[in-house]
């Protein structure tokens, strides 16, 4: 049985960590709530983005624009989200899994893209081919770096290097729930499968200007920004949700284990007491005998 | 008089909702006042200055670049840059002007990266410049 004093020190140390992890947290849950507010209102600018390029996707059909039909080339471009940070649960781990684990993806025709060093680390260390590790825009993300991205992407996309774009991030769905989530930038597949043909009535009659060749072009780019902004802000969210969760069982973890080394510590303390009484107890009577 | 709904979104916010009578904006085919009942139109925007008419009262913005969704009962306008006419400041917009007006000229080391930002710098000034007249 260990002594007191361990005991006692290794509760200290305990406490010292449940304080860290407590601190962490509190700034955590305060970064959550900026973070989901920001995601709130970018929805809207969002939503009307999908909607807009959906209802000019549904009126061009099949089409040989370049954004649609993709082009020969075999390489595959991965952006993927994750945080500088660790400490926040399987944040991290779980975005690099959907792609080491996707048959889809083979190590020798992937050009990687990281936001935030984490997954940098975890893909170099896979020996995958990055291209960029972007590890400051994912502090305080801007539109203006979703847009800086998006041309470095399509002007390699462009020029053939490479045939298609996904990007990996974490969907923030709510405080708890964070689901990794592997998306298609480019090309676009024209008919999407989640459309529910409600928007459609009013898309049969929109009109374009200019044409809406000229407007594909231009907007497409847009969508991209907009699609990779939006994915910079849930990921933020849910960073900050994965590690405000990490954080709480780490907390509680250490109070559990505090609450366990103080009653081992208690008990020590009372059988040592004991001991010595009986050993006082015990010196007495050889005295009388 | 029929109004109808204006909605302006950025990817940082919502700029502007609200019930409005007329509005003025730039667009890539020229210039375009738009009363409700439009017919169906998406249009590209060109920078320059969004005025919308809301119960007599105009409110000016300085629109740099998105596009805009005009239906017969809404209009949304989806701005990646948009600025309201008192957030401008106008000694800040002269001088990004000059500055740019500055690298154009300087023709002998520009490549074609610093031109275009020089172009896009200076292009927003005078939106801007133009949005306070």
Redesign the interface.
């Known amino acids: 049985m260990a002594s007191m004093r361990d005991i006692k020190r290794r509760r200290t140390s305990i406490q010292g960590t449940q304080q860290i992890t407590k601190a962490m947290k509190l700034v955590s849950t305060v970064k959550l709530q900026r973070a989901r507010s920001n995601a709130e209102k970018s929805h809207n600018y969002f939503d009307t983005m999908y909607r807009t390029v959906c209802s000019i996707l549904a009126r061009v059909g099949e089409s040989d624009h370049r954004y649609l039909k993709g082009n020969n080339s075999g390489r595959k471009a991965i952006v993927v989200i994750t945080s500088n940070r660790g400490l926040a649960g399987g944040y991290n781990s779980n975005v690099v899994k959907l792609i080491t684990s996707d048959p889809r993806f083979s190590k020798d025709d992937l050009d990687i893209y990281t936001i935030g060093n984490k997954g940098y680390e975890a893909f170099h260390r896979h020996g995958y081919n990055i291209v960029r590790n972007l590890p400051d825009i994912i502090e305080a993300p801007t539109y203006t770096d979703a847009m800086g991205l998006t041309n470095i992407l399509l002007k390699s996309y462009e020029e053939g290097e490479i045939g298609e774009i996904y990007m990996a991030y974490t969907f923030f769905k709510n405080t708890v729930t964070h689901v990794p989530t592997l998306t298609k930038l480019l090309p676009i597949s024209s008919v999407d499968e989640d459309s529910d043909g409600e928007p459609d009535k009013i898309d049969a009659m929109m009109n374009f200007e200019p044409g809406d060749e000229e407007a594909l072009d231009w907007i497409i780019p847009k969508y991209i920004s907009g699609q990779i902004h939006g994915a910079l802000i849930e990921a933020l969210a849910s960073e900050n949700g994965a590690r405000m969760q990490a954080m709480d069982n780490a907390t509680s973890n250490a109070e559990d284990m505090i609450n366990d080394l103080t009653l081992k510590y208690n008990r020590a303390r009372q059988g040592s007491i004991t001991q010595e009484l009986t050993e006082i107890i015990a010196g007495s009577q050889a005295l009388n005998d | 008089m029929d109004k109808f709904k204006v909605r302006i979104?950025?990817?940082?916010?919502?700029f502007y909702e609200g019930e409005a009578d007329m509005v003025e904006m730039n667009?890539?085919?020229g210039q375009i006042g738009c009363y409700p009942g439009h017919?169906?139109?998406?249009?590209?925007v060109k920078p320059g200055v969004l005025n919308i008419h809301e119960n007599g009262e105009i409110k000016t913005a300085a629109l740099h670049s998105?596009?805009a969704?005009i239906?017969p009962d809404s209009f949304?306008i989806?701005a990646?840059t948009v600025e309201w006419k008192d957030e401008i400041d106008e000694e800040r917009a002269k001088a990004a002007m000059e500055r740019a007006k500055k690298r154009l000229e300087s023709k002998t080391d520009i490549d074609d990266l610093e031109r275009s930002r020089a172009e896009t710098a200076l292009q927003r000034a005078i939106t801007r410049i133009d949005a306070l007249k």
């Open positions: 979104v950025t990817p940082e916010r919502v667009t890539t085919e017919i169906p139109l998406t249009v590209i998105g596009f969704e239906l949304n989806l990646e």
